[in-house]
């Protein structure tokens, strides 16, 4: 005789819910054992050298730090953006902002930190008779047209449902002193994406 488990206990999670997570925004580097990544990059430029990556768990890491010559201007400049979750503590100091994306919709932080950064964001939820068809669509995410993409796809080979991943793609035109990403990441537990997009003049 089998057993017979509760409709709750057999359904499979679906992973991170979006309001769980925040972006926070800081006017310094952050130290490399506060962030476990799954997938980075590290990129170098005249006077500049970048870190970006997924984490482990939901989020994401753009982080600029300009070294600079002891004793002269703009020496130690450093920026970077976190999409982390809440319950992921992460320092305050040197943070200037912080933002639950789950509390709406969209938003900007346009700030200068000593470095020309924007970064814009949309949480959007998507109709559940949709959301498979693209979600398959937004997780293939075909040619790169922006640059070098990073996948970390968070499913399990017995779940053929929509499983959370993370998206990340990365542009840099050193001709134009731009460091450029693009970010989604997949909440199926809220039928719904969030899009990151941010630009770094270096």
């Known amino acids: 005789m089998g057993l017979e488990l509760p409709d709750e ?43 970006v990556g997924l984490l482990q768990h939901t989020g994401h890491l753009l982080e600029v730090v300009f070294p600079g010559e002891p004793g002269r201007r703009g020496a130690g400049r450093a920026i970077a953006e976190v999409l982390a979750p809440v319950a992921l503590e992460l ?36 109709p559940e008779a949709d959301y498979p068809r693209l979600h398959a669509h937004v997780l293939e995410g075909g040619p790169a047209a922006r640059g070098e993409r990073l996948l970390v796809n968070r ?12 998206a990340l793609e990365l542009a840099v035109d050193p001709d134009e ?16 994406f969030l899009f990151v997009h941010s630009v770094v003049r270096v």
């Open 91 to 126: 320092p305050p100091s040197g943070r200037v902002d912080i933002r639950r994306v789950g509390a709406s919709a969209s938003g900007l932080i346009d700030e200068d930190c000593g470095v020309a950064y924007t970064c814009s964001w949309s949480f959007e939820r998507v």
């Open 9 to 51: 206990l057999r359904a499979r999670p679906q992973g991170p819910r979006a309001a769980d997570h925040a972006l926070q925004l800081y006017a310094r580097a952050l130290h490399p054992e506060l962030l476990e990544l799954a997938r980075s990059r590290r990129v170098e430029g005249a006077g500049w050298r970048a870190r």
């Open 155 to 166: 499913g399990h080979p017995e779940n053929d449902d929509p499983a959370p991943f993370s």
């Open 177 to 192: 002193g731009r460091l450029e990403t693009f970010v989604v990441h997949a909440f199926p537990a809220d039928r719904a």
